[in-house]
């Protein structure tokens, strides 16, 4: 095991722990200290569990465990998901001092987040993130939910874990498609706040592919630290959190319109940042510097066949439209997004008519 590095989230009394290492599971990192109570339920789904869920107990002396395993995809992000969660909880007998514990990618940890924020009004809950983009972004921040029909994430809650336990030893199984999703968030933290993370992710694109310890290690910590630092500003998404959208209202679109699992999620943010940088306006060259990380990171591009009608109603259910108006993250240059509150719609017509 390597020596593990340790970010807080500043939230107050609601900070906690991302703690980053190689080996940290099969006891490599004592998490029964973050269980309070006396119980835990693991949260998992049928293609993780059999992997990691025996190496996460040696974590987890002295606590009863349950588990559960959902199954697996996107399209299982559903409050059929969640409910089989609460059920899970209702007849193990957990009590308001479970703890619940995500093991898994993205999808599960939305999921148990979620369940946890609702049961008994809330329970404490821990994220062990296996896939890069949980590990870079969706483990952290407190963002829990679940989709409906009509629109990504439609149903949630902040609701804050008590740590986030990253063995990066975990990413040696994961599929190269999940890592290439992964990266497209990695390379939103440099576009949309650190330029300087952009450029050197654009010298060790190749290493990141080849799954080199280094190199995945300093881009999961930079990520980590970009996103702590954003998320302690502004919890609750009133402001400044909000450029972690960046390519997500068009990212959230395609997802829609494809029915869940078509595009990866983070396949569909990668062709969103393309969208958003173009609706921006900044120069062509800093549009194509993208383009071209992402290709490098293997990433699409551009959308799929999208109705122009279909892009609207899907936008239309975002997170930040306000007054009925739609709202986008946009970037003034490389490394500094913002929310714009206007934007050029012939431009947009354009964009998402090219589309068609
Ligand atoms: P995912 O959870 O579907 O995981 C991807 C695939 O990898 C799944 O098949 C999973 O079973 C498998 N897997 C997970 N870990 C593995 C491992 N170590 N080895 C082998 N296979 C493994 O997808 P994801 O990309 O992790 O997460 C996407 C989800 O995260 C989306 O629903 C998105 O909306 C959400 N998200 C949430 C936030 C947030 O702030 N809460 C941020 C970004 C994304
Ligand atoms: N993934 C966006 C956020 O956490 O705010």
Known sequence: MTAAHTITVNLGDRSYPIVIGAGLLNGGFDLSKFVNGPDCLIVSNEIVAPLYRDRILPN?????????DLPDGESYKSVASLQAVIDRLVESGANRDTTVIALGGG?????????AACYMRGVAFIQVPTTLLAQVDASVGGKTGVNHPEGKN??????????????????????????KAGLAEVIKYGVICDVEFFAWLEDNMQALLEKEPPALARA????????????????????????????????HAIENCQGYGEWLHGEAVATGMIMAAELSGIGDGDVERLRVLLQKAGLPVSPPAI??????RTMGMDKK??????????????????LATSYDKDKLQQIIGASD
């Open 60 to 68: 987890l002396a002295g606590k009863a465990v349950t588990t559960i």
């Open 154 to 179: 439609l149903i949630g809650a902040f609701h804050q874990p008590q740590v986030v336990m990253i063995d990066t030893d975990t990413l040696k199984s994961l599929p190269d498609r999940e890592l």
């Open 307 to 312: 109705d122009g009608q279909d892009w609207l």
């Open 107 to 115: 999808v599960v940890g939305d999921i148990a987040g979620f369940a």
């Open 220 to 251: 999961i910590q930079r990520s980590c630290e970009l996103k702590a630092t954003v998320v302690a500003e502004d919890e609750h998404e009133s402001g400044h959190r909000v450029i972690l959208n960046f390519g997500h209202t068009f990212g």
């Open 321 to 338: 439209v306000k007054q009925k108006q739609l709202r986008f993250v946009l970037l003034r240059a490389l490394g500094d997004a913002y």
